[in-house]
């Protein structure tokens, strides 16, 4: 199998799900934790913090420092346990360490210069800015991954692989959509590559469902009553007994891993607020646990805010969602409306291993048309904690900058939309 190339040589039962409380693990997050805490040090991390407490709502979220870090160095964590929480902020933290200290071999050429002699990937399918700088004829750092659809390697733009944005800047950045879309870590190789996965399938599928209208959007809001989920249903809990109203639209794209979108916004409605509404996206083969994720995103979201530690959160932010205006925005958004579509209705996917899970969410990209899908090997044999940046070429990135330049995806739904309204 195509994973083999990437020295993914463990069997299936090396990989079964041990953990599957709102998170699907091969091993439970006190036993992660017990297992990479003698390493913290060592990669500059000074402190994991609980602040929890911070807020109403309760539901476990941690923020990790590290203050050398080349990229930010407060991470967050977040789960439906603290102990799940812990294990979270510390990997997140953990990986970008790893992406801001690559020692793998690079090459400096053009695209036209690569093409010929190395199996490169379709750079015309990658996420871009329409400030970049792309040339086929300029030359960039690249680095060697290997293709999870077709086997074999493949060499990817070193910028969308590392987190080193210390100054100078490597030679040809600001060529694609930098940052940590697609970069992850686990117990496991195969577990680090599924995440990273997901990871991608969610940003993708939360930027087409933006591009819908206000209607088709509205249709996607699912109905808070149909969810049966125990552990998303303590979760909702929480937000009501805190006096936090939730929205939550099923974001699922065309490559049918089921996604969430969630909203949530103090229902007060007072003339000032000093906490603004949060967002949180989910995206898993399992629906319960796309949605966990959504939820507790959205509640780490919130109390990052509250904390104000997050060194990548300009002023600006902070006073443009305090905003009153924007808060009423919010409340009419979520807690005046309601879902009417079935949780139960969400497409989902179970298996006992996390490489089944991987090999469905391959099938499902190549049902859509996508194909490459290149796993960058980041782990560190000192440490042997598995960390992976998986980059595939066809997915949108996130649209959080207007000068997003959307591919072959977005435009398309775009032009579906024109279609719907001059028929």
């Known amino acids: 199998m195509p994973f083999d190339l990437l020295d993914v040589k463990a069997s299936v039962s090396d990989a079964v799900k041990a953990h599957t409380v709102g998170t699907h693990r091969v091993m439970a997050p006190e036993q992660t934790l017990a297992r990479v805490t003698p390493f913290l040090p060592i990669m500059g991390i000074t402190r994991v913090a609980n602040v929890t407490g911070l807020d109403a709502v309760g539901i476990p979220v941690v923020m990790v420092t590290r203050p050398n870090s080349r990229s930010i160095s407060v991470s967050q964590g977040k789960g439906v346990t603290l102990a799940a929480a812990k294990a979270s902020g510390v990997m997140e ?85 930098a940052g940590s879309n697609g970069l992850a870590s686990g117990n496991h190789k195969v577990e680090a590559i599924s995440h990273a996965v997901t990871e991608l399938v969610e940003r993708d599928a939360t930027t087409l469902w933006r591009l819908q209208d206000p209607a088709t959007q509205g249709a996607t809001r699912i109905d808070l009553d149909s969810i049966d989920d125990p552990v998303c249903r303590s979760l909702i809990d929480r937000f009501d007994a805190a006096g936090v109203a939730v929205g939550v639209w099923e974001t699922t794209s065309d490559i049918g891993l089921p996604a969430f979108l969630c909203r949530i916004v103090e229902r007060e409605d007072l003339p000032q607020h000093s906490i603004r509404p949060a967002t949180g996206m989910g995206c898993h083969v399992a629906r319960e646990i796309a949605l966990s994720r959504a939820l507790t995103e959205a509640a780490q979201s919130r109390l990052t805010f509250i904390a104000g530690a997050r060194d990548d959160m300009p002023r600006a932010e902070y006073e443009r969602h305090l905003d009153p205006a924007n808060h009423a925005r919010w409340k009419a958004m979520i807690a005046d409306g309601a879902g009417r579509r079935s949780f139960r209705h969400c497409p989902t996917s179970t298996a006992p291993t996390i490489e089944a899970d991987l090999a469905h969410q391959l099938d499902r990209l190549r049902a859509v048309g996508i194909e490459e899908a290149v796993a960058v090997d980041l782990t560190k044999p000192e440490f042997g904690i598995p960390v992976v940046r998986v980059v595939v070429p066809g997915l949108e990135g996130a649209d959080e900058s207007p000068d997003y330049l959307l591919g072959e995806r977005g435009l398309r739904v775009l032009g579906t939309q024109a279609m719907e309204k001059a028929a």
Not at 108 to 130: C, G, I, K
Not at 147 to 170: I, R, S, Y
Request: aromatic share 12%; proline share 11%; with cysteine.
């Open 93 to 177: 933290s953990i990986e970008s360490y790893h992406a801001e200290r690559i020692t793998l071999p690079l090459k400096f050429a053009s695209f036209e210069e690569l093409r010929w002699t190395h199996p490169v990937v379709d750079v015309s399918r990658l996420p871009r800015l329409s400030t970049g700088c792309f040339n086929p004829n300029s030359p960039i750092l690249w680095i060697e991954g290997q293709d999870l659809l077709n086997g074999g390697p493949k060499w990817v733009p070193f910028e969308m692989v590392h987190l080193n944005f210390t100054v100078p800047m490597a030679p040809g950045h600001g060529a694609f959509l």
